[in-house]
């Protein structure tokens, strides 16, 4: 069997986050010299908050900019100060179950679980010591990361990212376990802690030969999802639809729609669709952890983003949307890194 730190190692798509965000360091630092402010963007996407969706925002402030056909139900809680609060939370909820509970100020897919039933929602809510949203579980099948950037020069939205979520799977033969199955793949050895943690299957259990077993369906990298770049697909159709979605909603230019659809070409015209989450200027084009996009091609991506993300800072600078001031954004950082 492979060593897991030199499948991590010989694969960017495994590497830590610095390894994308150093090599752009000196870029970052001089367009905020130019600026004269670091934090220039932020006032990329004012319908969010004041730091654009950089750090800390409130996913269910986010959520609620989505027009409502196109979003899961979602309740938000806090922390219980007793058992007795999380108790008569479970007793009163009238959910229908699977849920998914995630932190309101989660960032790359941390925190965030399918929960079955009441008994694993009392030991969640039990465990948890911040705010977190509890969501309508969407049952459908496909999932994509959709990245949008508005140019004014043609007061139009692009699709700049298009990305397939393919769920971890594993094929049986009537004779091996599911973890030893998931062990077959570098994937299945890198993320294999978490899809045990994950896996709607006991790790004991053989499936037979020729059935397909879907690990979990939480479309997230670090829950060993592998991202897909399908930006080839990227067409006037679906352009289309999502410039009249924007319509509908104020304030945002810039980030990445997380989607499920029953099919792709539902994508496309918005049928059997909902969002799940919007990320804003801290998001990602997450084609490029597609390992055949290439790790300089990865950095490229970067900073035609940061492009964009200028064009529409200066865009909404010159309608008097003002950028967070350099005193705001250190108190924010100071809460992220206490």
């Known amino acids: ?37 670091l934090f220039y963007f932020t006032n990329a996407n004012p319908g969010i908050d004041r730091f654009g969706g950089l750090f800390l925002d409130s996913k269910q402030a986010v959520d609620r900019l989505i027009p409502e056909q196109y979003r899961p139900l979602t ?90 979520k393919k769920y971890f799977s594993v094929t049986g033969n009537g004779i091996d376990t599911i973890a030893y199955l998931i062990h077959q793949s570098e994937r299945g050895i890198v993320f294999f802690e978490r899809l045990q943690e994950r896996s709607i299957y006991e790790m004991d259990f053989i499936p037979e030969q020729g059935q397909v077993c879907i690990i979990h369906t939480l479309g997230n990298h670090c829950n060993g999802t592998e991202f897909i770049n399908s930006s080839h697909l990227i067409d006037t159709t679906m352009t289309d639809s999502f410039n009249e979605l924007m319509k509908q909603v104020d304030g945002v230019c810039y980030g990445r729609f997380d989607i499920k659809v ?34 300089f091609n990865s950095i490229s991506t970067f900073i035609k983003h940061w492009r964009y993300l200028e064009v529409i800072s200066n865009f909404n600078h010159s309608k008097g949307i003002n950028p967070s001031s350099f005193a705001e954004c250190l108190r924010k950082i100071r809460i992220k890194f206490p």
Not at 84 to 112: H, S
Not at 262 to 281: C, H, M, P, R, Y
């Open 262 to 295: 029953a099919s792709f070409e539902d994508l496309k015209t918005f049928q059997n669709f909902k969002v799940i989450e919007f990320n804003g200027i801290a998001a990602e084009p997450i084609h490029i952890y597609d390992r055949t996009t290439g790790y």
């Open 75 to 164: 309740t938000i809680f806090y922390r219980f100060n007793d058992e007795t609060g999380a108790e008569q939370f479970v007793n009163e909820f009238t959910g229908t179950f699977p849920i998914i509970a995630k932190p309101d100020n989660g960032e790359r897919g941390e925190g965030i679980v399918k929960i079955n039933d009441k008994a694993g929602l009392l030991t969640y809510l039990q465990a948890v010591n911040q705010t977190y949203l509890i969501q309508e579980y969407i049952d459908f099948p496909c999932e994509y990361g959709v990245f949008i950037a508005f140019t004014p020069a043609n007061n139009r939205y692009l699709i700049t990212s298009l990305t397939e």
């Open 1 to 37: 069997m492979k060593q897991k730190w030199l499948i991590k190692l010989l694969n960017y798509e495994y590497w830590p986050m610095w390894a994308y965000y150093i090599p752009l360091f000196p870029y970052f630092i001089i367009k905020g010299l130019l600026k004269r402010h």
